[in-house]
């Protein structure tokens, strides 16, 4: 269960006192992909209110067919999970919140932001906080535990931020947990909510898309590759941000108006997940093969999205690159700061490392590097220093 979000953000608060970024909203959705514990979380921080759960299929068809019959059965507080498969109970849900002055009243669950955003926007304005659940972070699973060799770190990593998965280390539960999520969860919530009837090309546009993790999309190849037009990898690649499977960071300009015509790069929420789609059978192939740096650069962007979501932080992150082939992975915006983020896996060399622009404005923190050449931060460069993951710090200097 995910420790650092679940005691600071509900279990300390959720009784009387929740932290001031909620107080405003009576109700509090919680989104992110499946299986990563957001129904447990709930459950057990509210443990006394009424439970409502959508993904059964006789309460889902009685919810649909008369919302307002069937929201009288509702008394907060109370969890309704998978809000996305009965979206005409957000009107209802207006009312109750209308009716109370407590916070977070209702708490809702989804997995498609896609489907519950688009209901949500018009139903629930000025009365919902969104929040994200992204599963286990490293500071959980790596808790405690005194082994941050590569190896070791990469066997991890592989393990998914699934809370279910974790605690096993055989091979085979986790091949066939994985298969069972990309065929349940996958196939179903993405082919059947956005009626994507090419199920062997949509297979094949996901594995393509995990072996493509850190890189920036190609539409055309991508298209060529799986048999469909550019315009349907383009839907195709909406879809699966939606489902918190994937992020597509653009890049970052001056002129932000840019952003929106260069292409961004595709990176997996879950390396574990993306590894098995892409074939990897074990953390060591993983580690000694081609995709080793992409793979490790996914993997950080995952604990940074997860370090400010969990955290009930804003940020956007952007890749940084000069038309003569300089780059920067990560700026990571955040309260008004950039912070730049370079990931290698090994030790950088000093020379090949971008000289950050001399006149950058003071709202830009020390750059850092990401590597697991190293155990301790320690200064790299004038512009540069350089942390193992475990260490990365996000905060403002």
């Known amino acids: 269960m995910p420790t650092d979000w679940f005691y600071r953000t509900f279990e300390q608060y959720w009784n009387d ?14 989104l992110g992909p499946r299986q990563v514990g957001k129904s447990s979380l709930l459950k057990r921080c509210g443990a006394k209110r009424q439970y409502i759960n959508l993904d059964d299929l006789a309460t889902r068809t009685r919810a649909n067919a008369d919302p307002i019959l069937f929201a009288r059965e509702l008394q ?11 979206p005409a109970l957000l009107s209802p849900i207006k ?30 304005a000025g009365r919902v906080a969104i929040m994200n659940l992204f599963g286990l972070s490293d500071n959980e699973k790596l808790l405690g535990d005194e082994q941050h060799e590569p190896a070791a770190y990469f066997e991890a990593m592989l393990r998914t931020g699934f809370p279910k998965l974790w605690p096993s280390r055989d091979l085979q539960t986790r091949d066939l947990y994985l298969s069972s999520y990309a065929q349940t969860y996958i196939e179903r919530d993405v082919r059947e909510l956005m009626q994507i009837d090419r199920r ?8 393509l898309c995990a072996l493509r993790t850190g890189a920036i999309v190609n539409y055309d190849e991508l298209a060529r590759d799986t048999g469909v037009s550019s315009a349907t990898i383009k839907s195709w690649l909406s879809v699966l941000e939606d489902s918190f499977l994937i992020r597509l960071l653009q890049p970052e300009y001056d002129n932000r108006s840019k952003r929106l015509i260069k292409h961004p790069k595709l990176y997996f929420l879950d390396i574990g997940l993306a590894a098995y789609l892409g074939g990897y059978k074990n953390a060591e192939t993983l580690r000694l093969g081609p995709q080793a740096g992409a793979a490790f650069e996914t993997h950080v962007l995952s604990e940074i999205y997860k370090y400010f ?8 992150i952007r890749f940084w690159r000069t038309r003569d082939g300089h780059e920067i992975d990560f700026i990571v915006e955040a309260a008004g700061n950039k912070l730049p983020i370079e990931v290698k896996l090994g030790m950088p060399r000093i020379q090949s490392l971008p000289a950050l622009p001399k006149n950058i404005a003071s709202n830009w923190q ?10 301790q931060r320690q200064q790299l460069s004038d512009d540069w220093l350089i942390t193992p993951p475990w260490k990365l710090n996000l905060t403002a200097q």
């Open 17 to 30: 006192n929740p932290p001031e970024a909620l107080r405003l909203f009576p109700v509090w959705l919680l």
């Open 76 to 86: 907060p507080p109370l969890i309704i999970d998978e809000i996305q498969y009965a």
């Open 95 to 124: 009312q109750i919140a209308d009716a109370t002055n407590t916070p977070g009243a209702v708490w809702l669950t989804g997995s498609q932001s896609f489907e519950v955003m688009l209901n949500v926007r018009e139903s629930l």
């Open 200 to 207: 062997r090309e949509f297979e094949t546009f996901l594995r």
């Open 309 to 316: 979501k969990h955290n009930i932080l804003e940020v956007d």
């Open 366 to 375: 020390p750059a850092q590097i990401v590597s697991l050449a190293i155990t």
